[in-house]
């Protein structure tokens, strides 16, 4: 089985996986699934969760889209090729108690072809990372901790090296370098040497999408059920806003999806369904909220 086809049958059972684990979780809401298809190539399973018991919003998605490469592409991704293949899963997940953490994750493949369909180039790219509104360091050490468990089995160089590029990434620069939460790990391009190669990192990526519901389930057991009120709320919907102007401002998927007719749904499902901005505003000194910011600056979190 080929690499493309390895991990597109991989992405789908993760995906039924996650969204089980999820729904398991929430107690209440169930994943609504979008199929859709893309004119110029492939097509997609939108899963969505929303008004849940413990899942404000949410998806998880699957695509495995094809088409030949544009101006855009060329100048956008810096490629050089006729035709492409690529396929992955992304998810976002907003949750209603402001104890529970945001969590985004992100596991794909992309494949550059000749104008004679020979493969010219591929890659893996992907990662996970945890935006806290309130700050528990026993939840951080776990999510970096599981994370950096997984990648332990392919080289130990890769935790530190991915972790200092998802701190670099998730940055809203305009805002003075303030990160959007406190990381993970964030890597791209990883491309094979040889077909030997290629199987290891596909055995990588998918170790990556395995860690994450042992990485987050667990945080949000612990803090769901914790009691909270409309201060609580007001904070998450501020740092929400935060979280918007990341995805709308910086992020490279979220833009190119804009710049190159992606499927508007799909790619604005990373949006929460409520946030809030605020004229100059600033937690009080030496609160829960304020304690926060001091947080979303790199730091070591796993053990």
Known sequence: MDTKTAFTAYIHNLQNRICSALEAADGIAKFKEDEWQREEGGGGKTRIISHGGVFEKGGVNTSVVSGEVSDIMRKQLGIDGHTWFACGLSLVLHPLNPYVPTVHANWRYFELYNKEGNLMDCWFGGGSDLTPYYIFEEDGRHFHTTLKQALDKFSSSYYPQFKQNCDEYFVN???????????????????????????????????????????????????????????????????????????????????????????????????????????????????????????????????
């Open 173 to 303: 620069k305009h805002r003075d370098n303030e990160a959007r939460g406190i990381g993970g790990v964030f890597y791209d391009h990883l491309r094979p040497a040889d077909v030997l190669d290629a199987e290891r990192l596909l055995h990588f990526q998918q170790a990556n999408g395995d860690a994450f519901i042992e990485a987050y389930l667990p945080i949000v057991t612990r803090r769901k059920n914790m009691p909270y009120g409309e201060r609580e709320t007001e904070w998450q919907e501020l740092r929400r806003g935060r979280y918007v102007e990341f995805n709308l401002v910086h992020d490279r998927g979220t833009l190119f999806g804009l710049k190159t007719n992606g499927r508007i749904e799909s790619i604005l499902m990373s949006l929460p369904e409520r946030a809030r901005w605020y004229y100059d505003h600033h937690p009080e000194p030496g609160s829960p909220e304020a304690e926060l910011l001091e947080y979303l600056k790199p730091r070591s979190w796993a053990m």
